[in-house]
């Protein structure tokens, strides 16, 4: 690694953990009430058990907490004397750290296409996980089935940084959920969503604020276009129910072949709303035929004819202008799926399966705890990747680079703590371990999102 390498992967590293100070964690926790007066467990302290135990609050037993703090912090506390600190206003403390680090500017982006940079200046994907809960936590988190917590993430996909961090219970309505994005949004974003959060008012906010947006239609919704041949008062007014007629799309489906696509310029999409937008219907392949049959006969949920008749069809809808032709809409549709391995990587490295009764504040500790380790990791993650990107044309997969960030990011606490500094040892064993450990394995072209983006570092 060159000198000047190494001196910019530094600044990169520092601008992200700036934050994580002893002082300034203290002054967090003091202002939540977590902290009232000197005591031997202070706030960093506290961070170090979260990262020793990959933020297991609830999986690890208070005995063991109550060990890790003696062997790595040389601070002897009794378990029930954790226990305690396990409260309300640790949750306040976790909840400022949260964000504190979601608004920390970064300094890597993916240099896009000039044909999406006249656009996009962010690209914004949103989704929600849900984790299970013990059974007797039901009534203050209800879910569809039992206890549980939904958390609702969105990331920019450029940067990699996120934007909103949030719990609810598990029966919130995503769709619901998705307006209260509505007052960050500015002209050149372009959001992209699933079906969950389809909010005709929240597509139509987003359009007269300048904003894009990419998302699937409900199959079961009235598509309009508009009629050319409108009926007539007597008076020469036209007969208002005529303005528009109804499409059936399936009847369109039938008529395309496999793996085709069909635009709209213009439709309009609701019975009531008549929202105007474009609209794009792709036929499946048989294979993805077969793969969605399989799907909906183990899917819990009954659906009604009509909407079975869409079942070998993907239909979007955007107010991209037609300069983006209907097949890169698709593809940047597919960036989707960028947050779902985002998802997989916090459930395959952090540990959230629940086998005992705890308290409800132990539970949002833990569940906070893991959250902000999380998104240090994935951004942490994500920063290195667009750097070894830009400085060595080596790519890493961000799934492998959550696992290996979460065994240096304890050594960086330290060397922070130690040295009021990262040292060069430890960010070069990190920049390492990435371009080692961590290398992306190339998948299909048509799926590669830089190639979808026209990124092109070579």
């Known amino acids: 690694m060159k000198r000047t390498d190494l001196d910019e992967w530094k600044l990169l590293m ?31 302290s506290f961070l170090h058990i979260l990262l020793y135990h990959c933020g297991n609050l609830a999986g690890s037993s208070l005995r063991e907490l109550s060990l ?8 002897s506390m009794t378990p029930e004397a954790i226990n305690q600190r396990l409260n309300k206003e640790l949750i306040v403390f976790l909840k400022k750290c949260l964000e504190h680090f979601i608004q920390t500017k970064l300094n890597y982006q993916l240099p896009i296409s000039d044909e ?9 994907i949103i989704d929600a996980t849900i984790h299970s809960l013990p059974s007797d936590l039901k009534e203050t988190f209800p879910g569809v089935y039992r206890a549980e917590l939904k958390c609702q993430l969105e990331y920019e996909f450029l940067t990699g940084q996120f934007l909103l961090a949030d719990w609810r219970n598990g029966k919130e309505n995503d769709s619901l ?10 002209p050149g974003d372009l959001f ?49 129910s005529s303005f528009y007629q109804k499409e059936s799309l399936a009847e369109h489906l039938e008529q395309m072949e496999r793996g085709s696509i069909r635009e709209w310029e213009e439709v309009f999409v609701g019975y009531d709303y008549k929202f105007p937008t474009r609209l794009i219907l792709y036929r499946h392949t048989e294979e993805q035929d077969k793969s969605g049959q399989y799907k909906r006969k183990h899917s819990r949920y009954q659906t009604k004819e009509h909407v079975r008749a869409l079942d070998g069809a993907t ?15 698709m593809d940047l549709y597919r960036l989707r799926w960028q947050i779902e391995l985002l998802f997989k990587g916090w459930k395959s490295n952090f540990p959230t399966t629940f086998y005992k009764q705890i308290k409800e504040e132990r539970v949002l500790c ?93």
């Open 14 to 44: 520092e601008q992200l953990y700036k934050l994580f100070s002893p002082d300034m964690l203290d002054s967090w926790a003091k202002e939540s009430g977590w902290i009232k007066r000197k005591r031997k467990l202070d706030a960093y």
């Open 68 to 75: 890790s703090l003696e062997e790595t912090c040389h601070i």
């Open 116 to 124: 999406l940079q006249k656009f996009c200046e962010r690209i914004r």
């Open 177 to 186: 959920y998705g307006k209260y994005r509505l007052e960050t949004v500015s």
């Open 192 to 240: 992209i969503q699933d079906l969950g959060y389809f909010h005709l008012p929240t597509f139509k906010k987003i359009d007269e604020t300048g904003g894009y947006f990419v998302s699937r239609v409900r199959p079961d919704c009235s598509i309009y276009t508009g009629n050319p041949n409108p009926r007539y008062h007597a008076d020469g007014r036209v007969v208002k």
């Open 315 to 329: 239909i979007i809808m955007t107010n991209l202008p037609d300069i983006i032709p209907a097949e890169k809409v």
């Open 366 to 458: 833990h569940f906070f705890a893991h959250l902000l380790l999380f998104l240090i990791t994935a951004t942490t993650t994500y920063q290195a990747r667009l750097f070894l990107l830009e400085q060595s044309r080596i790519e890493i997969s961000i799934q492998k680079g959550i696992s290996v960030a979460l065994r240096f990011i304890r050594l960086m606490f330290e060397s922070i703590k130690k040295y009021t500094k990262l040292t060069n040892g430890v960010l070069k064993r990190f920049h390492d371990a990435l371009c080692k450990h961590a290398l992306k394995t190339k998948g299909p072209p048509e799926k590669d999102p830089l190639i979808i983006l026209g990124v092109n570092y070579s």
